[in-house]
């Protein structure tokens, strides 16, 4: 049964449609370029900063990510992907479509750190 104790977030549902709605029209030949923006938009500070954070400083160490929930979700958006570095499992990175959308949404660069990646 559902009450106001358990109904999902609005403005989760609501930001996370508009991404996959956008992703999907990615996907299209004629929409790779034009809907990256619109995920960029779409997509929370929290969701933001991870995406620059696996882009400038990737791939990551799982420990070291801004917030791992916000990973998780990038995960299922395709944004984002588990990988091997050095030999060593326990990383993440980001995608090719993560690249876009952040170039297309005019993402400020992530702070690097000497001995990148994190």
């Avoid at 954070?53 to 917030?67: M, T």
Wanted: hydrophobic fraction near 40%.
């Amino acid at each position: 049964m559902t009450n106001p104790g358990n109904w999902p977030d609005p403005e989760l549902v609501k930001w996370e449609g508009q991404a996959k709605d956008a992703l999907q029209k990615m996907e299209t030949g004629d929409g790779y370029f034009s809907y990256g923006s619109v995920v960029w938009d779409a997509l929370p500070d929290a969701h933001r900063e991870v995406l620059k954070q696996l882009l400038y400083q990737g791939p990551v160490a799982d420990g070291n990510i801004i917030s791992k929930a916000a990973r998780n979700d990038l995960f299922e958006l395709g944004l984002a992907v588990r990988c091997c570095f050095l030999g060593e499992c326990g990383y993440s990175a980001a995608t090719y479509a993560a690249y876009a959308v952040a170039k297309q949404g005019k993402a400020d660069p992530f702070p690097v750190r000497n001995g990148s990646p994190a």
